[in-house]
């Protein structure tokens, strides 16, 4: 079980600010996201190709990487608008 | 965590320094030693644009005694919607000019520096240099790297907000912090998203007020890192929600395994103006808007579609083009419904988008589908300037 927050557009895709999502003790970063785009569909499967992922506060470099049970995946889409 | 003030203070305050600056001084945590470091302190702004607006003139309220200005552009009429600095007399002037003018009227205590110019990768560490902290302010990705990676190499603290819409972020990120606080933008953003998948202001529009919301955390946090009071940002992330009406804070911490910043890069390649798909596509398929002007004048059969959203079809059109927008074709959902019989014309607003969709057409089998270089921005400047442009 990790929890998922989501932010701006991502929030916006999900529908909800944040969810407990339960995936495997030992799944990763990519399936994480499989699960949330699987539940949330199209929209926000297209906000995740352009997202930041932070993994308790640290920013994901390798989806590969495993999640901790009970670690906290924010969802982060980017601007740039100034 | 605290951090210690950035800035040594002046000598002394001014009889007249002392009378402007009074609802500073009076504060404990400001009083005259924190009014002195303003004073001293210099602070360099990149575009005088949504951002740099309420930021530059805060700034300068507050009596930063130094403010650098690096701004290229000049000032257009859909500019006065958010960007308070300027006004409708500024028009065609140079931003950073009528910048200057504004922090005047409100402090001419303050000394203005204009850079003129494009940030880049040549000029950014020398003008970085001289400054205490630097305010990002931008309106693209690639100056947004650059400006990290100068500020990285200096050992300098900047503040970054950016805008979209109804939404702000806002941060401080300075590598080099004391007591191994360091943080920088790719600790939050490693990697440029994708090109064409994030819409720039002029694409998808922006609220003119959330520049001052989230300008104002950035003064904030500015002052309180030129006096070192209060609890700096760096380290969190502030997203701010105006329809929620919401303020959330993420925490960051520093990429062990992020690569070190050792140069500068060519950042317009490193973010990809547009992906190379689509300026392979675009390459031989570009036609001009005078071009489309004359196969619509000589009668020939071709179909017309303008790949913008619908709210941007409202603004303005050409004549007999047919909406679908971009990502329905990139999804396959439209393609259905293009004309099969006849040679198709992609257009949007300055070219991008529609080689992104001209890419997809391409492998989808429409050899023949061309897209107009400029989009309806270049239509109204060369073929019809009565149409309004946005």
């Keep these: 079980m990790v929890t998922v927050r989501y932010f701006a557009a991502a929030r916006a895709a999900a529908g909800l600010p944040s969810e407990r999502v339960d995936i495997g003790d030992d799944a990763t970063v990519a399936d994480a996201l499989d699960a949330i785009a699987a539940r949330h569909g199209v929209e926000l499967h297209k906000v995740l190709g352009a997202c930041s992922f932070l993994v308790d506060s640290v920013a994901v470099r390798d989806r590969a990487m495993p999640l901790r049970p009970g670690a ?5 889409p980017p601007f740039a608008g100034g | 965590m605290s951090l210690p003030p950035l800035v ?10 002392v ?54 552009d000049e000032v257009d009429e859909s500019n006065l919607q958010r960007q308070v600095i300027h006004g409708q ?3 065609g002037r140079p931003k950073g000019e009528s910048a200057r003018d504004s922090i005047r009227e409100i402090n001419p205590l303050v000394e203005v520096k204009l850079y003129q110019l494009r940030l880049d990768s040549s000029n950014a560490l020398d003008i970085f240099r001289d400054y205490d902290l630097i305010l990002d302010g931008t309106d693209n990705f690639a100056t947004r790297y650059l400006v990290n990676d100068a500020a990285v190499l200096l050992g300098k603290p900047y503040v970054w907000g950016s805008i979209f819409r109804f939404e702000g972020q806002a941060s401080v990120f300075w590598a080099d912090a004391p007591g191994g606080q360091g943080l920088q933008y790719r600790d939050l953003y490693p990697e440029p998203p994708p ?11 922006v609220l003119g007020v959330l520049c001052a919301s989230i300008g104002s955390i950035m003064v904030t946090e500015a002052i309180k890192l030129i006096t070192g009071i209060g609890e700096p940002l760096l380290g969190r992330l502030v997203v701010y929600d105006a329809l929620e009406m919401s303020y959330r804070t993420i925490k960051i ?3 062990p395994t992020g690569d070190p910043i050792t140069e500068l890069i060519d950042y317009a390649e490193f973010c990809g103006a547009v992906s190379d798909d689509a300026a392979t ?13 004359e196969m619509i004048d000589s009668g020939k059969d071709f179909a017309l579609i303008d790949v913008r959203e619908p709210n941007e079809y409202e603004i303005v059109r050409i004549p007999g083009s047919i909406l679908i927008p971009k990502d329905r074709i990139l999804s396959g959902e439209a393609l259905s419904e293009l004309p099969q019989d006849k040679p198709l014309v992609l257009h949007c607003k300055s070219g991008q988008r529609s080689a992104e969709a001209l890419a997809a057409l ?11 270089g400029g989009g309806v921005l270049a239509w109204a400047k060369q073929v019809d300037p009565s149409l309004p442009v946005y």
């Design chain 2, 89 to 91: 007399s500024d028009i």
């Design chain 2, 253 to 255: 911490r520093r990429d």
């Design chain 1, 72 to 76: 906290e995946l924010d969802v982060l």
């Design chain 2, 281 to 293: 596509a675009a390459a031989d398929s570009t036609i001009t808007a005078r071009e489309l002007k």
């Design chain 2, 8 to 17: 040594e203070p002046a000598a002394e305050l001014t009889k007249e320094e």
């Design chain 2, 195 to 205: 090109p064409g998948m994030v819409p720039s202001c002029a694409e998808g529009g």
């Design chain 2, 362 to 372: 391409h492998k989808a089998g429409f050899r023949d589908a061309v897209h107009v």
């Design chain 2, 19 to 72: 009378v402007r600056y009074s609802r500073h001084l009076i504060i404990p945590e400001v009083g005259m030693v924190g009014q002195k470091r303003l004073k001293n302190a210099k602070v360099l702004v990149i575009g005088a644009g949504g951002l740099g607006s309420p930021a530059l003139l805060y700034l300068a309220a507050a009596g930063v005694g130094t403010l650098g200005i690096v701004e290229f």
